[in-house]
């Protein structure tokens, strides 16, 4: 497996907020979703830790939280701005020559091939201090085997370290840990693998991987890899220098695939008639998923020709939102074509 550097903003809207507002450096305000003068009807996108020491947390209603704390500082959700500070922190990262994957706004990874460690301790260190130098952010960087483990490493070495996790300590460093850890389990894949007598990633390296294929199907072989220390994922290099795409907010959180798939419908036809309006096509799929934490994925699939096909686009989006959503509850999903070019001289096999 290539040795991976995955980075992770620290409170990314909040900290955004901080530079724009210097004053509530130190002092518990939260990032809402709804304007101002609705905020009761919103919920947290994201807090500062001062915050998160009063019990306040992502997805957690705004009026829960102002029972909290009364005078509780509130700011409407800034979209454009966050986005313009990721392309800025996304550039620093980009920069450092190595392919790269975007994994949601403030998620990152690059893969470092064989570097040593120990140079990829005084990347991440070089990475952090660019960010916080250039713009005033902070970042947690975890290092390890494979993209997976890389992630696991960053979130124990949170807020604003380094977390390193070498080869010969990947088994010990995942024995114990919840299932609930590795990437993609959610609460109802963790509470069938406790119905299976399986609580923790030691106990998950032991099972039958056919009875997990049987159970989860090719989830269950890459669960069964994944606790024994096999990441197969790779990083996905994302090309959106030109792109189309259209976001949008489901009624409720859920994980029923038929309603996510016809908000997906609706989406992929909106870039379709842009894509078509433009005269263009692209060699690059992107879904993006929301998840009822306020965190977001994105998942991508490059092609290798290019498109400008509905029924491609629609059955490609589905089967990387399918990837993303599994059981977790979801509120808002997206559709992003990218790598976009003018028709004029291109070949496509997936064209209309």
């Known amino acids: 497996m290539p040795l991976v550097l995955f980075m992770d903003m620290d409170y990314f809207f909040a900290a955004c907020e901080e530079l724009?507002?210097?004053?509530?450096?130190?002092?518990?305000?939260?990032?809402?979703?709804a304007p101002v003068k609705s905020k009761d009807r919103g919920v947290v996108e994201t807090c500062n830790y001062e915050t998160r020491a009063l019990g306040i947390h992502s997805a957690m209603p705004i009026n829960q939280a102002l029972k909290l704390k009364s005078d509780l500082v509130y700011i409407e959700s800034d979209d454009k701005y966050y986005m313009d500070m990721s392309e800025?922190?996304?550039k620093?990262?980009?920069?450092c020559g190595f392919r790269m994957?975007?994994?949601?706004?403030?998620?990152?990874?690059l893969d470092l091939g064989g570097m040593s460690y120990d140079k990829a301790e005084e990347l991440a260190k070089e990475v952090k201090r660019e960010i916080n130098s250039s713009l005033g952010l902070p970042c947690t960087i975890g290092i390890g085997p494979g993209k997976v483990y890389a992630k696991m490493v960053c979130d124990r070495a949170k807020p604003n370290g380094i977390g390193i996790l070498k080869g010969e300590d990947l088994k010990t460093f995942l024995k114990d840990k919840k299932v609930e850890a590795l990437l993609g389990v959610g609460r109802k894949t963790a509470e069938k693998l406790k119905e299976m007598r399986i609580k923790s990633i030691g106990e998950l390296a032991k099972a039958d991987p056919n009875v997990l294929i049987d159970n989860f199907g090719s989830f269950g072989k890459e669960l069964f890899l994944l606790a024994n220390g096999i990441d197969e994922s790779r990083i996905e290099e994302k090309y959106d220098v030109l792109s189309i795409g259209r976001e949008r907010t489901l009624d409720q959180y859920t994980n029923d695939m038929d309603v996510i798939a016809r908000q997906l419908e609706a989406l992929t036809k909106e870039v379709m008639d842009e894509v078509k309006r433009q005269q263009m096509w692209f060699k690059g799929i992107s879904v993006k998923a929301k998840y009822i934490d306020m965190t977001e994925r994105i998942k991508n699939r490059a092609l290798s020709n290019y498109s400008d096909s509905f029924e491609f686009t629609y059955k490609t989006a589905l089967e990387l939102m399918k990837e993303l959503v599994r059981d977790k509850q979801v509120r808002k999903v997206g559709v992003r074509v990218y790598a976009v070019e003018s028709r004029k001289g291109q070949s496509t096999i997936f064209g209309t």
């Open 101 to 109: 994957e975007v994994i949601s706004i403030d998620e990152a990874a």
């Open 20 to 33: 724009r507002h210097p004053e509530l450096k130190g002092k518990p305000f939260v990032v809402g979703s």
């Open 92 to 95: 620093v990262l980009k920069e």
């Open 88 to 90: 800025r922190v996304m």
